[in-house]
């Protein structure tokens, strides 16, 4: 109930705030870019925000991510999505929770293969996020996982960002004491992680 609601509530501000014809970049993700327990604009999509707005780039940027969504949840809001928004580039930040929650890897695999044809059926350039889980999963399973992003980025023309949480996961600092979310101190390093990927789409949005 409570990611209905958000989605309700996502699509009815994008209906009033956005015109139609507005070109759009979307952040479809879970709580790694939803500013888990911490205020909005210290999230990594805001400061993305903030530098595309720098750069010059005319461009919306609409943060669509929800603490604890999977892929499957993700192909539901992204279908209504893409009904109410010009989106010129959707970047994808999903699967960490199917991995936390044992998910099949080629359940996951077919979920996100699902989102990118969907994406690339409206017309837009896709950005996909690799994720890799902790090592206590078991190695096996965290391999087949780990292993998911790169098949999928070699079989698709998404831009692909190999490990979105680089510079973050393995520095205590960074993160939260949970050991899985960044902090605020780690949100740069997943913006400095994705913008060298997403600079070249931007230079080519009329």
Do not use: C
């Not at 059926?121 to 889980?133: K, N, R, T, W």
């Not at 999928?152 to 960074?174: C, G, H, N, S």
């Amino acid at each position: 109930m409570r990611i209905l609601l958000s989605l309700l509530f996502i699509l009815g501000h994008f209906a009033l705030t956005l015109p139609a014809s507005a070109g759009s970049l979307v952040v479809l993700g879970d709580s790694l870019s939803s500013a888990h327990n911490m205020k909005p604009e210290q999230g990594w999509v805001h400061l993305l925000e903030q530098r595309i707005q720098r750069e010059g780039y005319a461009l919306d940027v609409i943060n669509a991510s929800v603490s604890g969504d999977t892929t499957q949840n993700g192909i539901a809001r992204l279908k209504l999505l893409l009904q109410k928004i010009d989106a010129d580039i959707v970047i994808i930040e999903l699967g960490g929770n199917d991995g936390l929650r044992g998910t099949p890897p080629f359940a996951i695999r077919n979920n996100l293969l699902r989102l990118i044809d969907m994406v690339e059926d409206a017309e837009a350039d896709v950005v996909l996020l690799g994720i890799q889980l902790p090592a206590n999963y078991g190695a096996a399973y965290t391999e087949a996982f780990r292993e998911i992003y790169p098949d999928i980025a070699d079989e698709t023309d998404a831009v692909f960002v190999p490990f979105f949480m680089e510079q973050v996961a393995l520095v205590p600092e960074r993160m939260q004491a949970d050991g899985i979310h960044p902090n605020a101190k780690g949100q740069p390093y997943l913006l400095e992680t994705v913008w060298p990927h997403l600079e070249a789409l931007l230079e080519n949005i009329d």
